[in-house]
Structure formats: C-alpha cells, structure tokens
C-alpha cells in the first residue's frame, strides 16, 4: 500500500539501466515512491514484496515480455493497473496490452511529463470511489466498489482496473447512450490524445467477458454512430 508521505507506489521495470534510473528519479521527484526492477523476472518478485499501487512496465525484456509479466500478475490475483512503455507505436501492441489487462501505453521516446500525467489519470481512474454507493446492480450484473468484484447470474467475472472503471460508468447510466468522446472523459479523463479507438476495443474486451454466456441476455449494445450503453431488461 502507499507510504505515508507518497502520492503512490510505483513500479518501475525497464532493462535499460538509464531510462530505469532517469524514471524512478523522475517520479520520486514528482512525490512518488518507487521501486525498480530490470526484468519480468524481478518484477515479479518486487509485485509480491512491495505492492504497488501501479507498474510502468517496459515491453521489450530480456527474460519474457511486458505482456507476459502482466498475465503472470493477473493469475496470481495482483491487479493493480500497468502503464506499459515501448518503442513501438504499434497498434498490435496496443490490442495485446489491452487484452492482457494494460491501462495505458506511453510510446518512446516519451517526455517525463506525460509520463507522469498517465499515471496519475490512471490512478484517478482505477481508485475506488467511496461516496457513492458500494454496490451498484442493473438485471443479474452487479458491481461491488469494496470488493472490486464484479459477478454476472452469480458468477465472478476477472477485470482490469480499467475494465471495471468502464463498466462502472455504463452501469451508472443504464439504458443511456454513451458516447465515445463522453467514455473518454468519464474513464480515461486522459484522453489518448483523442483516439477513440481505445474505447471500441475496450468496449470489445468487455463485452467478450460481461457477454460470454449466450443463455443470457446481451447487456452490453452498440448504437452505430453514435455509441454504447447498457441495456437493462426493463428497455427490452
């Protein structure tokens, strides 16, 4: 959990030794506590020590990949959010950071500022929200902020921190169209610099999870041109 004193913990995992340092100096500065790692491997092992409260994680690792560092994080149920840093502004890269629970991407070379700005969106975002209700349901999808569980007839569905955000904002608002543009600013309030192409994959993630039974009714509907929403049983 955060140090006292400290905006969060970070982790902080790039194989090369200056951009690992000139990060971690970096984010101190910006009131951050960090913890660094050089590989997955090392990762791993500073995720079950320290706790983060979110990774900056390096795709390219000399061990196994940033995506493989993920994964093995999710199975051992730590899903805490992870901003990942290539050097590839690849949109593959992209659907695969999402796929395996990513929250952002930060493409090098990249300025400090941004970087820390990500993370701080990030953390706005996947921080629980207290003053509203704990428990929010629309049909047989309920959400649990405390918990930060989500179950569909019953049944725990796994999400990224970002994945329950979204989901979060589209139970609060059922049975309303959501525009791309009113998701980016709701969820991400760091805005991709305005690439709304971020929302149709998370969407698409989503709905694969929240949707995958086909004995239940589709919850989650697309509009065309014009966006997203809820749907409960009571609007069918």
Do not use: C
């Not at 409260?53 to 999710?74: K, Q």
């Amino acid at each position: 959990m955060k140090k006292t004193g400290s905006e969060a913990k970070l982790l902080v995992v790039d194989d090369e030794p200056n951009i690992r340092e000139l990060l971690s100096t970096s984010l101190r500065f910006a009131g951050f506590d960090v913890v660094a790692a050089a590989n997955g491997r090392e990762a791993l092992a500073a995720a079950e020590e320290h706790n983060p409260d979110l990774a900056v994680l390096d795709v390219m690792l000399p061990d196994m990949d940033g995506f493989t560092v993920t994964r093995r994080l999710r199975a051992a149920g730590r899903h805490f959010p992870v901003v990942f840093l290539t050097a590839r502004d690849d949109t593959e890269d992209k659907v695969t950071g999402l796929t395996v629970g990513g929250d952002d991407y930060v493409t090098k070379p990249f300025s400090l500022d941004e970087v820390v700005a990500r993370i701080r969106a990030v953390l706005r975002r996947t921080q629980p929200l207290l003053e509203d209700d704990a428990v929010i349901q629309v049909d047989d999808l309920e959400l649990d902020d405390d918990a930060h569980e989500v179950r569909r007839n019953g049944e725990v569905i796994d999400l990224s921190p970002t994945e329950f955000k979204l989901l979060r904002y589209l139970m609060l608002n059922p049975n309303r169209v959501l525009s791309k543009a009113q998701i980016l600013d709701h969820v991400w309030e760091y805005d991709f610099n305005g690439d709304a192409s971020i929302v149709e994959s998370y969407i698409s993630y989503l709905r694969r999870k929240i949707d995958a039974n086909p004995d239940l009714p589709a919850l989650i509907q697309t509009k065309r041109g014009v966006g997203y929403l809820l749907r409960s049983s009571e609007r069918r």
